[in-house]
């Protein structure tokens, strides 16, 4: 387990975490959120000193396991009225840029 | 209609208002036209709804008479209108989360509390502004515009659900709905003086709810009265086969509950919900309500301490994060909403898409979400958040072994001026009492308890056992009784 060391937070972390989550950042937002960030995590630090040896996760806000559908076959949306909605659209297709080479 | 009767209109509750429609004293119509009417003459001020649907409203009164008139109205809230915050989906009505990303989105589906709203026979006045995504605690983060708060212009309303609660603070809609995920509902209630309540996670289907962080995420009402809560929790609770993290359990007759009075109530008072950070007129207030519910038959333990409700924050912003960091990945651009196309690639076209149609704030959570997801921090970031959550359950679990419910204020402040929290952290810190309910999936409600000295609103908060919403809106009712501050209207949206 790596300690998070917020203090060195750096631009180069930003600008990778921004091309994970595919949002394209200026260089001054780079900056703005290397500083607000660190300091979110300066303040978030805190948990780490909390003693937690043997304790498990919550990751459920209801305590609910394994809640089973019964499988019936339900009818689907009408096509016209997802791809009503689709910023580009060509016949019934969504439209995008080509993702394969087509070589 | 006469000006003062339409003025009399706007004061109305849901349960009298549902009453008078079946006596045949008021039409629907006429109810629905005030409050249009009154929307019209306050919302350039206001600024609390993003999309006005007046014309279907008018339709479905005009439906909700014809019911009324012949005797088949038997859905409780039939003819009553009530407006939606922008989160939840409505089929043909542009639905946008706050959000350029959305700017263009129109439903084809009903959210379901939308669709038992309209079972239940209540009639939409429209869409609710709110921050983006359910970003934020002021409603300053829309990317439309910002809202004001009724009791003073110049001041935030609160968020996210800032439209939900500045509208029946205004006047402009009998009831609303919104969501919270760590506050969302309950500070902005506290700040605009009308309730709001916070369900149990689980009792209310989120199906159609555009998701934050959705272990946290649940929808509620925003009400004059308690009453009224109860009303409108009964239309949309209850389990859906639509979303698998609702509790198959019976739904209580909340209303049947609201009269069990104080006596005997043992009511908790954290000294962890009574620390550093809460500003003197809201101290004040609270510790007079207390008052107040002690001398009528309530036990008041000051004794609990809950010492990991503190790490609730921290908490919070580990865990709401990197769920809003894998949640609004899905807006890529290409099925629905608002996408780029100028780019030479899929990947340019995506980055673009979501550096145009996300807002600050929105940008700077899913940062932080999938820093405290990634290798390497995953541990000491989110999985220790998923812990010390597992500790602040249990405190709660020991608190509610031995008391019914949990007294606390709602917001460490009354509202702040529009502007002044620019600094992030400072902006999260408006949660601190509302977020620990959210952790641990417990039901919360935010009453009006007062006012501070500058005549703003404070609101008061109870937290219960989960699925256990009837001894919250019990004791609620049992102070709203005794101190009903919710005849008091603000005064600086100008009279009808």
């Known amino acids: 387990m790596s300690e998070a060391d917020t203090t060195q937070f750096t631009s180069e972390q930003v600008r990778h975490l921004a091309s994970l989550v595919r949002i394209e950042l200026t260089e001054s937002e780079v900056e703005e959120f290397r500083s607000e960030l660190a300091s979110i995590l300066s303040h978030i630090d805190a948990l780490s000193e ?5 304790v498990p996760p919550t990751n459920n806000g209801a305590d609910l396991l394994n809640v089973q559908d019964s499988d019936a076959a339900q009818p689907a949306m009408p096509r016209e009225a997802v791809l009503a909605n689709a910023p580009q659209r060509e016949d019934d297709y969504f439209r995008v840029h080509a993702v394969l080479d087509q070589s | 209609m006469s000006a003062t009767a339409n003025s009399e209109l706007l004061t109305i509750t849901l349960a009298d208002g549902a009453k008078r429609l079946r006596a045949g004293e008021i039409t629907s119509r006429e109810l629905t036209r005030a409050f249009l009417d009154r929307i019209a003459a306050t919302d350039d001020r206001v600024r609390a709804f993003v999309t006005v649907t007046e014309e279907s409203a008018l339709a479905e009164a005009e439906q909700a008479d014809s019911l009324l ?84 212009l110049q001041r935030v309303p609160g968020g996210s659900s800032g439209g939900s609660a500045a ?41 159609g709810l555009i998701a934050f962080a959705s272990s946290l ?15 409108l929790l009964q239309a949309i609770a209850g389990p859906d086969p639509l979303d698998s993290t609702c509790y198959d ?21 954290p000294r962890e919900f009574f620390s550093d950070g809460m500003h003197d007129d809201v101290a004040t207030t609270i510790e007079a309500a207390l008052d107040l ?9 000051r004794s609990p301490s809950m010492p990991s409700v503190p790490m609730a924050l921290p908490v919070y912003y580990i865990l709401a994060p990197s769920e809003c960091s894998a949640n609004l990945a899905r807006f890529d651009g290409v099925k629905y909403g608002y996408g780029a196309r100028q780019g030479e690639s899929m990947w340019a076209d995506m980055e673009a898409t979501r550096k145009h149609g996300f807002g600050r704030e929105v940008k700077r959570r899913i940062l932080l979400g999938a820093y405290a997801l990634s290798a390497g921090y995953y541990d000491a970031y989110y999985l220790q958040a998923q812990k010390v959550r597992t500790l602040i359950r249990r405190e709660f679990d020991r608190v509610f072994a031995e008391h019914d419910v949990i007294v606390a204020p709602t917001a460490p402040t009354v509202a702040f001026k529009q502007g002044a929290i620019t600094d992030p952290y400072q902006m999260y810190l408006n949660d601190i009492f509302t977020i620990p309910a959210n952790i641990a999936g417990l039901p919360a409600i935010s009453i009006p308890g007062g006012f501070g000295a500058d005549g703003m609103p404070v609101g008061l908060q109870f937290v219960g056992q989960r699925l256990d919403e009837s001894t919250l809106l019990g004791i609620a009712n049992a102070y709203e009784q005794l101190a009903d501050w919710s005849t008091i209207p603000p005064s600086n949206v100008g009279s009808t």
């Open chain 1, 50 to 54: 909390i003693d937690t040896e043997g």
């Open chain 2, 293 to 301: 519910l002690s001398a009528n038959g309530a036990i008041i333990d």
């Open chain 2, 167 to 207: 509208a029946v603070a205004a006047q402009q809609c009998i009831a609303t709905l919104g969501s919270d995920t760590g506050g969302s509902i309950r500070q902005p209630a506290s700040f605009c003086g009308v309730v709001g309540l916070k369900p149990t996670y689980g009792r209310v289907s989120r199906h």
């Open chain 2, 217 to 231: 995420d649940q929808i509620g009402p925003f009400t004059r009265t308690v009453e009224d809560a109860a009303m």
């Open chain 2, 249 to 269: 359990a019976p739904v209580p007759d909340f209303d049947a509950e609201l009269d069990r009075g104080l006596d005997g109530l043992r009511v908790a008072a």
């Open chain 2, 69 to 152: 008139s012949s005797g088949d109205a038997t859905a409780p809230l039939t003819g009553l209108p009530i407006g939606l915050k922008d989160v939840l989906m409505t089929k043909g009505v542009r639905t946008t989360a706050g959000s350029r990303m959305l700017d263009t989105l129109v439903p084809p589906y009903d959210a379901t509390v939308v669709s038992r709203l309209q079972e239940a026979g209540a009639i939409s006045l429209g869409k609710l502004n709110m921050d983006e995504f359910a970003m934020g605690s002021s409603t300053e983060h829309s990317a439309w515009f910002p809202t004001a708060n009724p009791w003073d």
